[in-house]
T-cell receptor
Framework: DVKVTQSSRYLVKRTGEKVFLECVQD?????MFWYRQDPGLGLRLIYF???????EKGDIPEGYSVSREKKERFSLILESASTNQTSMYLC???????????????FGSGTRLTVV | RKEVEQDPGPFNVPEGATVAFNCTYS??????FFWYRQDCRKEPKLLMS???SGNEDGRFTAQLNRASQYISLLIRDSKLSDSATYLCGIYNFNKFYFGSGTKLNVKP
């Protein structure tokens, strides 16, 4: 079974803090993704990566950055947390495109971040 | 226009009913299609891929209509445990787009 592990289930941070969300996958997947999920807005892609040290902006990258120093780990960084970044953050991984059709994405269990 | 659209529901059905959801997509070149199930406060989990010829997994049937650009999920003999939100996922040139989900409530 593919496992995507997110370091925290619940997190409370103060406005202005720098926040690190960690994601680790154990199936040697090339692709990794960060989404946020908000009621009525669905899943929105923040950043993604197809390889080590490689990153691409998603649809809502403002206020976020990412790091992928190792294949299995993809970190999301909130440079200066704000209350509008209160959300459920979901990490996902997938194999390369040729295998994606059969396997889709596997999501981590999510981090519910509250910024106060 | 959104890449992927779903009726948010909720669909309230009695146990044993048959229920169907659709998901429309805007890019005719979309390559792969999926249905995910998401329970309250949990992550989405892959329910099934959707193949061009349609596919079935037990009580669940998924179909793809490329001409009208939608996928569908049919659930037969609904169980209480089927209550969840069902998200469609569409893969398009290295990006994965998700619908906002359709909420299903199966009542006794």
């Amino acid at each position: 079974d593919v496992k995507v592990t997110q370091s925290s289930r619940y997190l409370v941070k103060r406005t202005g803090e720098k926040v690190f969300l960690e994601c680790v996958q154990d199936m040697d997947h090339e692709n990794m993704f960060w989404y946020r999920q908000d009621p009525g807005l669905g899943l929105r892609l923040i950043y993604f990566s197809y390889d080590v040290k490689m990153k691409e902006k998603g649809d809502i990258p403002e206020g976020y950055s990412v790091s992928r120093e190792k294949k299995e780990r993809f970190s999301l960084i909130l440079e200066s947390a704000s209350t509008n970044q209160t959300s459920m953050y979901l990490c996902a991984s997938s194999p390369r495109q040729g295998l994606l059709k059969d396997y889709g994405y596997t999501f981590g269990s999510g981090t519910r971040l509250t910024v106060v | 226009r959104k890449e992927v659209e779903q009726d948010p529901g909720p669909f309230n059905v009695p146990e044993g009913a048959t229920v169907a959801f659709n998901c429309t997509y805007s890019n005719s070149a979309s390559q792969s299609f999926f249905w995910y199930r998401q329970d309250c406060r949990k992550e989405p989990k892959l329910l099934m891929s959707v193949y061009s010829s349609g596919n079935e997994d037990g009580r669940f049937t998924a179909q793809l209509n490329r001409a009208s650009q939608y996928i569908s999920l049919l659930i037969r003999d609904s169980k209480l445990s089927d209550s969840a939100t069902y998200l469609c996922g569409i893969y398009n040139f290295n990006k994965f787009y998700f619908g906002s989900g359709t909420k299903l409530n199966v009542k006794p």
